[in-house]
């Protein structure tokens, strides 16, 4: 009997500390809410790329976890979030989670907003290698100062966090820096075409079937 009461003090201690310092994921901003709830596509909408074909949440994708899956385009296909305004457009972090099922290019690119105007992060572009910010000083992410080249293996979970402050965009990809960019003085914009319709927020890949989960937005 004494053992049973003091399993439920430890159990009741347990549940209050759960409450006061609820679990977040390693290097995650506090006060990190979810954008994706497990079920539905609720807050997104298929970005209406001209050659998407289709995203749909699959619940068991894997044994108890959901993801967005978004079918290989002829071109691009991908999700856009529909909170529009309500967004915040500068001291924000987003994260979110992404696999490269099947294609050879990008898989995870994020669009966000940066004050008044919009970039995009792209994961595994021009062949599937390339990481970098589009646009910079009129230059994509193939060639600016934030391209670089790293290898992404199909099926396999990266996790990724973008953070924008005042003068700085600041990338992560399973907690290796991969954007430390100082934003003044530069020009910073979207690629032309049709990945303007990811704006504000959005996720997108090119020729590529990939899944998305934990998308997560926090205001720093």
């Given amino acids: 009997m004494r053992r049973s009461r003091i399993g439920r003090r430890?159990?009741?201690?347990?549940?209050?500390?759960?409450?006061?310092?609820?679990?977040?994921?390693?290097g995650a901003a506090p006060g990190t809410e979810p954008l994706f709830d497990g079920r539905t596509l609720a807050g997104?909408?298929?970005?209406?790329?001209?050659?998407?074909?289709?995203?749909?949440?699959?619940?068991?994708?894997?044994?108890?976890?959901?993801?967005?899956?978004?079918?290989?385009?002829t071109t691009l296909g991908g999700i856009t979030s529909t909170l529009g305004a309500r967004l915040p457009r500068i001291n924000?972090?987003?994260?979110?989670?992404?696999?490269?099922?099947?294609?050879?290019?990008?898989?995870?690119?994020?669009t966000f907003p940066v004050e008044n105007t919009a970039c995009t992060l792209v994961l595994g572009g021009w062949g599937g290698a390339v990481v970098g910010i589009s646009s910079v000083d009129g230059?994509?992410?193939?060639?600016n100062d934030t391209t670089r080249e790293l290898e992404f293996a199909?099926?396999?979970?990266?996790?990724?966090?973008?953070?924008?402050?005042?003068?700085?965009?600041?990338?992560w990809i399973d907690e290796r820096k991969v954007v430390d960019l100082e934003t003044a003085g530069r020009r910073l914009s979207l690629r032309p075409g049709d990945i303007q319709k990811a704006r504000p927020l959005g996720i997108s890949t090119y020729m590529t079937k990939a899944a998305v989960r934990a998308i997560t937005l926090a205001r720093l």
């Fill in 10 to 26: 430890v159990l009741l201690a347990s549940g209050v500390l759960a409450l006061v310092f609820p679990f977040r994921a390693p």
């Fill in 139 to 143: 230059m994509d992410a193939s060639g």
């Fill in 92 to 110: 924000y972090e987003v994260g979110f989670e992404a696999m490269r099922v099947e294609g050879g290019d990008f898989f995870g690119a994020l």
């Fill in 154 to 171: 199909d099926r396999r979970w990266y996790r990724v966090r973008l953070r924008v402050t005042p003068g700085r965009i600041e990338a």
């Fill in 44 to 73: 997104w909408v298929p970005s209406g790329f001209e050659g998407e074909r289709g995203v749909r949440v699959e619940r068991d994708f894997e044994p108890g976890r959901a993801a967005i899956v978004i079918e290989a385009g």
